[in-house]
Nanobody, 121 residues
């Protein structure tokens, strides 16, 4: 059974920083792309940042220059460093990863449970 567990959310004032973590556990053969999504109240879930196995990254325009995605393959963990936070960054942040468990040897997406990020004015 594969699980993704997020941590690091919370309440922060505008201009502050938070660091999210997402650790994968279980009987895992391999992990390819890892991503962070977010969903603001009343809005659809949007892709915020992606990172490949080799470390290539991409960001949605609204977070470029403020957020940094990274990963530690040995720890099976992906991070999202969020700086210069704005109230519009408020939402539930979800970790997503393409994982191949030993049971199937095939990649499929897995999701974390989400962690709340609230940025106050």
């Amino acid at each position: 059974q594969v699980q993704l567990v997020e941590s690091g959310g919370g309440l922060v004032q505008a201009g502050g920083s938070l660091r999210l973590s997402c650790a994968a556990s279980g009987s895992i053969y391999s992990i390819s792309g890892m991503n962070w999504y977010r969903q603001a109240p009343g809005k659809e879930r949007e892709l915020v940042a992606t990172i490949s196995t080799g470390g290539d990254t991409n960001y949605v325009d609204s977070v470029k220059g403020r957020f940094t995605i990274s990963r530690d393959n040995a720890k099976r963990t992906v991070y999202l460093q969020m700086d210069s936070l704005k109230p519009e960054d408020t939402g539930v942040y979800y970790c997503n990863a393409n994982v191949a468990p030993y049971s199937t040897w095939s990649y499929r997406p897995y999701w974390g449970q989400g962690t709340q990020v609230t940025v106050s004015v």
